[in-house]
């Protein structure tokens, strides 16, 4: 059975790093040079999970991939922002694992009052557009040569995408906590699963 959940740093820290290894060594989609290990990957997790998601996608106990927000800019100012972030393992790619994850984040990050999610690019990288797409964001601006990795400058697209209608005095964000006992949040996570076609 498929079960996406929220991770847990102590229990899926080990396999998020290793999910994330190959784009790190092989692949200019992360300009990070060195791959993080599962220490630094529960640590990243730990700092974040009060107000950010971190998601997972199990079968049979071993994980196929994860989605998670992140702070998109550190000033306060920018708390209605949030940066977002996907990553399916590589032998399991086109079985609607990424679509579910990244509709599931989406889902809890309206639940809990965000107004833009915001997702960055670096270019060519036609999944990860084609993905974009498909859930509404639309592209706002390239920076040209932005990263240097693997000997090469790569562009940076940043995709928007409107979570909620912006108001004149935002309501203050919803912890995960607070979510992940309601209604909704488990709908969301039951409804999503069952999508993946493996």
Known sequence: MVNIRLADPSRDARQVAAIYYPYVINTHITFEYVPPDGSVIASRMK?????FPWLVCEHER???GFA???PF?????????VETTIYVRESAHNLGIGSALYETLIKCLRLQGYMSAVGVIA???EPSVSLHNKFGYKEIGILPDAGYKSGSWY?????RLELKEASPTPEKIVSIDDITNTLDFAKIL???SYKIGI
């Open 62 to 64: 071993e994980l196929m």
């Open 68 to 70: 998670y927000g992140s």
């Open 123 to 125: 270019l060519p990288n």
């Open 155 to 159: 562009d940076v697209a940043i995709w």
């Open 47 to 51: 700092s974040q999970q009060e107000k």
């Open 73 to 81: 800019r550190s000033q306060q100012a920018y708390d209605w922002s």
């Open 190 to 192: 039951e409804t999503e």
